[in-house]
C-alpha cells in the first residue's frame, strides 16, 4: 500500500527553527511537495522536490533521500503568520499526489 | 487574478438531496482534480480529467457521485442522495501537464454540511 508519513502536531517559538519530518513509501516516485494550508482555507503550494538534497526557498527549505524515502521542511525565523498545517504529498508512478494527513504547527510568542 | 474558482463556497444541504458543485480552473490548465478533505486529514483523491476525459477515478468513490467537463475547461461535480458523511470541503485543483513538475493549484473549496 502507499503511506504517508508526518508528524500530527508541533509547537515552536516565534523566531526558532523548525524541521517537518515526512516519510513515505509509494508505488514509483515522480516528485515530493509541501503545501501549506491555514485553518479553513485551501493548500498553496511551498516547494518540490524530485532529486536528492536541500532546496532553498527564503525562510523555508526542502530537502529529499529519495533512498531513505524521507523528507523535511525547514522554517527559519518563525513569524506567528507560519501557524497552519503543512501537507507532505507524493506523486506516484500515476503521477498522482498522495497526501499525508498533514502537520498542524502552532508558533508561540 | 484568474486563479481556480469554485463555486459555491458553502452549501448546506438536506440528507437525500442532490448538489451540484462548480470548478473553474486556470485557463491555460489541461488538468482538473477534485479533492475531498475532513478535519485534520489531507485531501483524498477523488478524479481528474486531462481536457475532458476522466482518466481516473477513486476506488473509494460511490456511484452517487459523478463529475464532467465536457468542454474540458469547468468542472462539475454532483453527489446524490447526499448523506451525512458526505460533509465535507470539496478541494478543485487544476495543473499544466508537463510530466514534470506539476504543481497543482487549488480553489477555496466548497464545504458542504449534510443535516
Known amino acids: 500500500g502507499q503511506n504517508i508519513d508526518q508528524p500530527t502536531e508541533m509547537t515552536a517559538t516565534e523566531g526558532a527553527i523548525v524541521q517537518i519530518n515526512c516519510t513515505y513509501q509509494?508505488?514509483?516516485?515522480?516528485?515530493l511537495f509541501w503545501y501549506q494550508q491555514h485553518a479553513g482555507e485551501a493548500p498553496t503550494f511551498l516547494s518540490y522536490?524530485?532529486l536528492d538534497g536541500l532546496e532553498e526557498k527564503g525562510r523555508f527549505s526542502s530537502f529529499l533521500s529519495r533512498s531513505k524515502g524521507y523528507s523535511y521542511l525547514l522554517l527559519k525565523e518563525l513569524q506567528m503568520k507560519d501557524s497552519a498545517s503543512y501537507l507532505c504529498?507524493?506523486?506516484?508512478?500515476?503521477?498522482?499526489?498522495?497526501w499525508g494527513a498533514g502537520t498542524k504547527l502552532i508558533i508561540k510568542p | 487574478d484568474t486563479g481556480v474558482s469554485q463555486n459555491p463556497r458553502h452549501k448546506i444541504t438536506k440528507r437525500g438531496q442532490n448538489v451540484t458543485f462548480r470548478c473553474d480552473p486556470i485557463?491555460?490548465?489541461?488538468?482538473l482534480y477534485w479533492y475531498r478533505q475532513t478535519l485534520g486529514q489531507g485531501p483524498e483523491f477523488l478524479t481528474y480529467?486531462?481536457?475532458?476525459?476522466?482518466?481516473?477515478k477513486s476506488r473509494l468513490l460511490s456511484d452517487r457521485f459523478s463529475a464532467e467537463r465536457p468542454k474540458g475547461s469547468f468542472s462539475t461535480l454532483e453527489i446524490q442522495r447526499t448523506e451525512q458523511g458526505d460533509s465535507a470541503m470539496y478541494l478543485c485543483?487544476?495543473?499544466?501537464?508537463?510530466?514534470?513538475?506539476?504543481?497543482?493549484?487549488f480553489g477555496p473549496g466548497t464545504r458542504l454540511t449534510v443535516t
Open positions: 504529498a507524493v506523486m506516484d508512478s500515476n503521477y498522482q499526489l498522495i
Open positions: 509509494t508505488s514509483g516516485f515522480n516528485g
Open positions: 485543483a487544476s495543473s499544466s501537464w508537463t510530466g514534470g513538475d506539476n504543481e497543482q493549484y
Open positions: 485557463s491555460e490548465h489541461n488538468r
Open positions: 480529467f486531462q481536457n475532458e476525459a476522466q482518466l481516473e
Open positions: 522536490n524530485v
